[in-house]
């Protein structure tokens, strides 16, 4: 087997276009796909226990080394708190519960909201997950930093999705100022993280969802005008670094693709959805300018049976994997609704056919 190597994931990310075997990436596993994958549980430790920290991180460096990543993710929270509901997780891999974001309310829905907010800053940060994480990451493999959270979820989080959309129009100067304060934040602890990694880390990942499966959540105009500029200023940093900017997005974002590339400055687009656009169709139009990571529909995964995951996997590699600008992936996380019988295919299929086509 093609053994991986970072030098070839960072090839891909800063779109040097070289043909080489497919790197593998994910934005994240979820943790019992990772539990299941090692065959034990993985510490969720609490602040300041380094111990506990140093082997959540060798845990994570076996789950990635043993599937053929050539990168372990290193995050850290920006102190952000949100509201969260939760529900019975029914996974068959279940955490227990799962949570997710109410629509309709929301911590911040007026100015006395925000001034009474408990507004984090990068001095209340506690590093010592990223310090141990990065002791435990061997020589022979990269680090992708992974953003506290991206400008607009942070936004539509706080304020909930539907109050922000009336806040667009009864309450401007609000959100402007949302945006203002935490992209400062955010930029903040990006430059902090960077700087933490003495050269560690290889690109940085940010997840920013901005769209549904017909179109954006807000208007393309609303996106040019309070979004992009801000997500920018986190590829500034990155790029400042010498660090790709990588960008994971849901949904249909076809009428502002362009300004993801021109103005954000992308190096790479994560989250495709094949009842929206299939990876290779994006591929086809925009490959030779930004590189695309992943893209096997998290669907097939899920519901599909091992067959069906391989195939769809053998004719991505064959349709993009040449082009030296395209990562092998899930479509958009390793979720724990996915059978890790599907997710072992895709991989698999990943490396025979790096193999075949690369030796070793």
């Known amino acids: 087997m093609v053994r991986p190597e970072p030098e070839r994931l960072l090839s891909v990310l800063h779109h040097e276009g070289c043909p080489g075997p497919v790197p593998f990436i994910e934005l994240f596993a979820d943790q019992p796909i990772m539990e299941a994958v090692i065959g034990r549980p993985i510490p969720s430790p609490d602040a300041g226990d380094r111990a506990g920290w140093l082997q959540r ?10 599937l053929g990543y050539a990168y372990v993710p ?3 929270s920006s102190g952000l708190q949100r509201e969260v509901a939760q529900a019975n997780d029914t996974a068959a891999l279940s955490g227990g519960q799962r949570g997710w974001d109410n629509s309709a309310t929301g911590v911040i829905r007026s100015w006395q909201d925000y001034e009474s907010y408990p507004w984090p800053s990068v001095a209340d940060v506690d590093w010592t997950p990223v310090q141990e994480a990065l002791r435990s990451l061997p020589d022979d493999m990269t680090a992708i930093a992974l953003g506290a959270g991206g400008v607009l979820e942070w936004v539509m989080w706080l304020m909930s999705y539907e109050h922000f959309a009336i806040a667009l129009y009864d309450q401007p100067e609000l959100v402007a100022t949302l945006f203002e304060r935490i992209t400062t934040l955010l930029v903040d602890t990006c430059n902090a993280l960077l700087d933490l990694g003495h050269g560690r880390f290889g690109a940085y990942f940010i997840g920013d969802d901005m769209g549904h499966a017909t179109g954006t959540m807000v208007a393309p105009s609303v996106l040019r005008q309070s979004v992009f500029p801000n997500q920018h200023k986190l590829a500034e940093a990155a790029h400042a670094h010498g ?6 997005t849901c949904g249909n974002l076809q009428e ?3 300004d993801l590339i021109t103005t954000v ?3 790479a687009k994560h989250s495709f959805e094949d009842k929206i656009e ?4 994006v591929h086809a139009r925009y490959g030779t300018r930004i590189a695309l990571l992943g893209g096997v529909d998290v669907d097939l995964l899920t519901r599909g049976n091992e067959q069906q995951v391989r195939a769809r996997t053998r004719t991505l590699l ?8 395209w990562c092998l992936g899930t479509g958009n996380s390793v979720a724990n609704y996915i059978p890790v019988r599907n997710y072992l295919a895709m991989l698999d299929e990943g490396k025979r056919w790096n193999s075949a086509h690369f030796g070793g």
């Open 243 to 248: 660090l790709p900017f990588l960008l994971h």
């Open 278 to 281: 299939p990876v290779e169709a």
């Open 256 to 258: 502002v693709m362009e």
């Open 318 to 325: 064959d349709q993009l994997g040449p082009s030296g600008s």
């Open 265 to 267: 400055q992308i190096d």
């Open 74 to 76: 290193i995050g850290v």
């Open 57 to 66: 991180g060798r845990d994570l460096v076996e789950f990635y080394r043993q």
